[in-house]
């Protein structure tokens, strides 16, 4: 079973750290205080996008890039806009950062973590 904080905690918390750190992070929509799923956009200025995506206590990602008919930006919006219509209460986070491939998901936890047995 999995526990854990609650997501509009996690969230502040994070962004304040990231912002300490040096990256400009920032909430794109609000989602669901407590139990919200969590979608990070990773942004460089060279136009690629990558999407972590919490699942369980680690990071899926997803990686974006241009094509000759849809930009990066353009898929990771319609990424989203799909997420959205199966769950409107997740919050998606936006980082600017200089290189999609770091793997910035290992520095942030997560906020679940499983019960330990007694």
């Not at 990773?42 to 206590?57: F, P, V």
């Not at 353009?74 to 200089?98: A, G």
Request: glycine share 6%; hydrophobic share 35%.
């Amino acid at each position: 079973m999995f526990f854990g904080l609650k997501t509009g905690f996690w969230i502040r918390a994070t962004l304040r750290r990231l912002n300490q750190n040096g990256l400009i992070a920032a909430i794109a929509q609000k989602g669901d205080e407590d139990a919200g799923s969590i979608f990070i956009v990773l942004a460089s200025k060279d136009g690629h996008r990558a999407i972590l995506q919490e699942q369980d206590t680690h990071w899926y990602r997803q990686e974006f890039h241009s094509t000759e008919t849809e930009t990066a930006a353009q898929q990771t919006t319609q990424y989203l806009e799909r997420q959205k219509n199966i769950d409107p209460d997740l919050w998606i986070i936006e980082i600017d950062v200089t290189d999609i491939t770091y793997p910035l998901e290992k520095e942030l936890g997560t906020r679940r973590f499983h019960e330990t047995g007694s």
